[in-house]
């Protein structure tokens, strides 16, 4: 995982997993750094900006809200488990 630094500023990581969904959650302080609801791709000479893109290509489903009891986001993402026969 790769995440953004600021000395003073924390993030979190929470991975909560259900027989059929994977839940990942980055919770960070910054208010003011929302993510678009629709990436956007980066110019193709970028070294960064496609992991929304990544993450909106295999998530079921993703979003972002508020983060509880701080200041700051999370943005989450699920993943459907793999069905397994047999």
Do not use: N, Y
């Not at 994977?22 to 970028?46: F, H, I, K, M």
């Amino acid at each position: 995982m790769r995440h953004g630094h600021v000395p003073g500023r924390d993030f979190h990581l929470r991975l909560t997993a259900t027989s059929d969904t994977l839940r990942v959650e980055v919770t960070d302080t910054r208010t003011e750094r929302v993510p678009p609801s629709s990436p956007q791709a980066p110019r193709g000479d970028a070294e960064s900006g496609r992991g929304l893109l990544i993450v909106a290509g295999l998530a079921t489903r993703w979003g972002t809200g508020p983060r509880l009891g701080a200041p700051g986001k999370t943005v989450w993402a699920e993943l459907a488990a793999a069905m397994q026969e047999g």
